[in-house]
């Protein structure tokens, strides 16, 4: 079983009539909790235009760890709705809103409303690296070699 750490979580809006549901696993076993648009009324999105959709949390992660925001399949494949920078990284020591930035790449106008879920969150725990400059990298078989490089 995976391990469980607490991720602290604030309404940013607490006073709305009708708060939304709160992020959780929807499955035993799933990755991910989506992540709702907190949103008056509705928007809709042209085709090619994005926008950064509020959902209503900030979040306070455990050092060591990062938020990473992702696509909902379900949304790509059916609207042609995804995430422009995805994923979509959010850092320990972020407090402000969580906003997912979505893109229609579609051909239709997509109307988002309000609670429709719009992303996943990942929570995942992150290495820091050390810099250490030097003149010569260890050799590979692959080298330089880069896009299209090992086949195909």
């Not at 907190?38 to 928007?43: A, P, S």
């Not at 402000?96 to 719009?118: A, C, K, W, Y």
């Not at 992303?119 to 260890?138: D, K, N």
Request: no cysteine; charged share 25%; proline share 9%.
């Amino acid at each position: 079983m995976s391990p469980r750490l607490t991720l602290q979580l604030r309404r940013v809006r607490p006073d709305q009539p009708d708060p939304l549901p709160l992020p959780r696993y929807e499955t035993a076993l799933a990755a991910g909790m989506d992540l709702r648009a907190d949103l008056e009324g509705e928007r809709t999105l042209r085709p090619l235009e994005r926008l950064a959709v509020p959902t209503g949390l900030a979040i306070a992660l455990p050092p060591g760890y990062e938020g990473q925001v992702r696509p909902r399949s379900g949304l790509a494949l059916k609207h042609g709705v995804t995430l422009l920078n995805a994923p979509g990284t959010i850092d320990a020591d972020y407090r402000g809103e969580v906003h997912v930035i979505l893109v229609n790449l579609s051909q239709d106008p997509f109307t988002l409303r309000r609670g429709d879920r719009v992303a996943q969150l990942v929570v995942a725990p992150v290495t820091t690296a050390e810099i250490q400059e030097v003149a010569v990298l260890e050799a590979t078989s692959r080298g330089e070699g880069g896009f299209g490089s090992t086949g195909r």
